[in-house]
């Protein structure tokens, strides 16, 4: 159901919520980008609408509230172990089209990959999404072309209009405080976009033989290795565990799952000093194609959701999208080869 809320009814809203929800989005933090006395977009908590950035795109996902950095699973002694409290309270975050899509690909991979993860299900299932409509697609995005422009499975959707925002309500426990505080009922769509300055074709004729194009060496060179694109991505899953013995007692400690990426030098050691894709370009080939290849094939649909946060981050300025742009070619270099 539609509602228009002015800033004032807004506030009251989130006001309402609070007791029960946690309320994230996109906000400016200052002085706190890639460069000296620049800004940056990422999650935080919030309190009133005003607070919230609906005109730039976040340089960091919502991934951190569904899969914080670091998650202490259990606490143990000699003897005993003790789970970890998960959340008190519910989460509302708010996302864009893009990342909706995302927590879709974190559901497949953490609750339907042949497992259900118990830590996550139980953040999971306490979370709530808030659709931020797009009105304008943004320099880096490309989600057209990877189809998830258009999200319809959100809880509520909430945009700027006029001096209020325009709200479409799907959770019925909340219609009643939304009647109360609304000063009209419009029919309300979210905005999307139907076309990206950025394209980004997948080739539907991929095979495994792309692994052995030239194009993967030219990231030998370009590539430091920072691995920043994985933790700007909503959709990389990858974590490692430790465990943390306390000083006071090396006998008692927590363990901790920690976010990793397949970018870093360490991802592939192995017993016995062995390491897989010493090479940034081998760690580049292997996740762009478990981003549009392995994923799909194995779920029917990309990975990738074409948020662009990975070409905006990068300090080398490698294009995600670009590379995409680069397998048509690739694949024909590689049947000609065969073909020799």
């Known amino acids: 159901m539609g509602y228009y809320l002015n800033a004032k009814a807004a506030d009251r809203f989130f006001q309402e919520l609070?007791?029960?929800?946690?309320?994230?989005a996109p906000v400016k933090m200052k002085d706190d980008g890639m460069f000296s006395d620049t800004d940056t977009v990422r999650y935080?908590?919030?309190?009133?609408?005003?607070?919230i950035v609906f005109d730039e795109k976040s340089d960091y996902s919502f991934k951190e509230v569904l899969l914080p950095l670091s998650e202490t699973l259990f606490f143990f002694t000699e003897n005993q172990i003790k789970e970890a409290d998960g959340r008190k309270k519910g989460a509302l975050i708010f996302v864009r089209s893009c990342d909706l899509h995302a927590v879709k690909r974190l559901d497949e991979i953490y609750l339907k990959n042949g497992f259900e993860d118990y830590y996550y299900k139980r953040i999971r299932d306490k979370v709530k999404f808030v659709l931020m409509g797009c009105k304008n697609c943004f320099d880096d995005c490309f989600c057209v072309d990877m189809k998830t422009a258009e999200a319809d499975f959100y809880d509520l959707s909430m945009e700027p209009d006029k001096d209020g925002y325009?709200?479409?309500?799907r959770t019925e426990e909340w219609d009643d405080l939304l009647q109360e505080l609304c000063q009209s009922k419009p029919d309300v769509t979210p905005s999307h976009v139907t076309e990206t300055k950025v394209r980004a074709a997948v080739p539907d004729h991929l095979t495994l033989d792309i692994a052995e194009a030239r194009m993967w060496d030219e990231y030998d060179g370009r590539c430091v290795g920072c691995g920043r694109c994985n933790f700007a991505c909503p959709t990389c899953t990858c974590f490692t565990m430790q465990d943390i013995f306390y000083s006071d007692n090396g006998k008692a400690g927590e363990r901790r799952r920690v976010a990793a990426s397949c970018m870093v030098d360490g991802f592939t050691d192995v017993a016995g000093g062995g390491s897989y894709r010493k090479k940034n370009g081998q760690r580049m080939r292997f996740k762009v194609l478990h981003k549009i290849y392995d994923y799909k094939k194995r779920f029917g649909y990309h990975m990738c959701v074409g948020c662009g946060r990975c070409d905006r981050i990068c300090p080398e300025y490698i294009s995600f999208s670009g590379c995409i742009g680069k397998l048509a070619e690739a694949q024909k270099e590689v049947e000609a080869n065969d073909a020799e």
């Open 18 to 24: 609070a007791p029960e929800y946690d309320l994230y």
């Open 44 to 51: 935080g908590k919030v309190s009133k609408a005003a607070e």
């Open 166 to 169: 325009l709200l479409d309500n």
